[in-house]
């Protein structure tokens, strides 16, 4: 499993945690790699993961547009925070084909409005107006919580 953290309009996510001795004593041991829009970070499992995170708390709450936990390595199925943690916490594994709850996040080449998100559709109208009017850099398939997906609580619509 691997962390995703996708930084806020106009941070440098990557200097940032390298130039603060707080952030580098949590992230020195971790391989990560510098994507523009954010940082990943390989670790072994979700716990790891998830400590980690905890870890940089205070970078998230403050520099961190989102923070993602990829579900397989090789593959760009990322899970909400609030989905891993319960399904650590169940001791369960719902991150398969079947999993009703899915977003994309798309991130595209605009300075301004470097974050364009969606709910997964299969028109995906919203998105392809966004896709024409600004490059793509990245997309990425998000599993959540039902709760979160009712509520959209961790994506902006369009």
């Not at 953290?5 to 106009?10: E, N, S, T, Y």
């Not at 977003?103 to 109208?125: G, H, N």
């Not at 966004?130 to 997309?139: D, H, R, V």
Request: proline share 3%; glycine share 4%; charged share 25%.
């Amino acid at each position: 499993m691997d962390l995703l953290l996708l930084a806020k309009p106009g941070v440098h996510l990557y200097s940032l945690l390298h130039n603060s001795d707080t952030a580098w004593q949590a992230i020195r041991f971790y391989d990560h790699v510098n994507l523009g829009y954010g940082v990943l970070f390989s670790v072994s499992g979700s716990v790891s993961a998830l400590a980690l995170a905890s870890d940089l708390r205070y970078y998230i709450r403050r520099y961190v547009a989102y923070h993602l936990f990829r579900t397989e390595h090789g593959r760009q199925i990322y899970a909400t925070p609030a989905l891993v943690t319960s399904r650590y916490l169940d001791h369960t594994n719902p991150f398969n084909e079947v999993w009703d709850h899915r977003l994309i996040l798309t991130i595209t080449e605009s300075a301004d409005q470097p974050f364009i998100c969606a709910r997964y559709d299969e028109e995906k109208t919203a998105s392809d107006k966004k896709e024409l009017e600004y490059g793509i850099q990245a997309e990425y398939e998000i599993l959540s919580t039902q709760k979160e997906w009712e509520e959209t609580v961790i994506i902006t619509k369009i």
